[in-house]
C-alpha cells in the first residue's frame, strides 16, 4: 500500500473547500484505516506501507513500514514495486492506495488466489476519474516497473488507459479489476460514504458534514 500520513494541509486538498485542513486530514486517516484493515483481509505473505511521512496510531500491527523514495508519483510507485520485488523475488506483488476505503477484501482475495491467478501477468483496477486504484504484477521487478511507470502522465482522465496500454505492449495477461471510485473531491467522498455506511471514513463523513454543506 503507497500512502501518505493523513496530516493537515498535505492530504487530500482537493476536498478543501468545503472541508478545512483539519477534517480532510481526519477523512484521509479514516481512509487509510479503512484500507488497511482490508487488505489485513486479504491473503499475503507480506504487508508493506509505503509511506510519505510517520506511521501513527492507525497503523496496524504486521506492517512493514518503508519510505517513499524518488520525485514524482510514477517515481514513487515504481521504487515500491522494485522494494517489493527485493524484499520477496518471484513473489507476486499487489500495490494499492489510499483513497478507496470502500473496496471490500473479497474484491482482491479472489482474484489474487492462487487457483485464479494461473495464468495472469498483471491485475488493473481501473479508477472512475480515469486513474488506476490497484496494480499488480505477477513477477514484479524493478525493470518492469518503470518500464510500465516511468513517464506515466499522473492525475489526467487517461492515466489508466495509458497504464493498460503499457501492461499490452508489455505482452502481458491482464486481469481487469471492478472500476471504483477514488476519493478526490467531497462528492466522491459522499459516494464512497454511500457504497461502504459501516466503514470509519462514512462515520467520519458524517461527524463533520454539517460544517461542509455544499450544493450537491
Known amino acids: ?49 509505503v509511506l510519505d511521512g510517520e506511521a501513527g496510531r492507525w497503523l496496524p500491527p504486521g506492517w512493514q513500514v518503508v519510505p517513499q523514495r524518488g520525485g514524482g508519483l510514477d517515481e514513487r510507485l515504481a521504487a515500491a514495486f522494485a522494494h517489493a520485488a527485493g524484499t520477496a523475488p518471484q513473489a507476486p506483488a499487489l500495490l494499492v492506495g489510499m483513497d478507496t476505503p470502500q473496496v471490500a477484501a473479497a474484491l482482491l482475495a479472489e482474484p489474487l488466489s492462487p487457483v485464479r491467478r494461473q495464468g495472469v501477468d498483471a491485475w488493473y483496477g481501473p479508477a472512475e476519474d480515469g486513474g488506476f486504484w490497484a496494480l499488480g504484477l505477477a513477477r514484479p521487478t ?64 458524517r461527524s463533520i458534514e454539517p460544517a461542509t454543506e455544499v450544493t450537491r
Do not use: N, W, Y
Request: charged fraction near 25%; proline fraction near 9%.
Open 142 to 205: 524493478g525493470e518492469l516497473a518503470r518500464r510500465l511507470l516511468l513517464g506515466l502522465p499522473m492525475s489526467t482522465p487517461r492515466t489508466g488507459q495509458a497504464l493498460l496500454d503499457r501492461l499490452v505492449a508489455e505482452q502481458l495477461t491482464v486481469h481487469q479489476l471492478p472500476v471504483v471510485t477514488d476519493v478526490d473531491t467531497i462528492r466522491d467522498a459522499r459516494l464512497v460514504a454511500a457504497e461502504a455506511p459501516h466503514s470509519r471514513f462514512a462515520a467520519c463523513l
Open 1 to 49: 500500500m503507497i500512502a501518505k500520513s493523513p496530516v493537515p494541509g498535505r492530504v487530500k486538498t482537493r476536498l478543501t473547500p468545503p472541508c478545512t485542513p483539519e477534517q480532510a486530514a481526519r477523512l484521509a486517516e479514516a481512509a487509510l484505516a479503512d484500507t488497511l484493515a482490508t487488505l489485513d483481509r486479504v491473503p499475503a505473505g507480506r504487508r508493506l506501507l
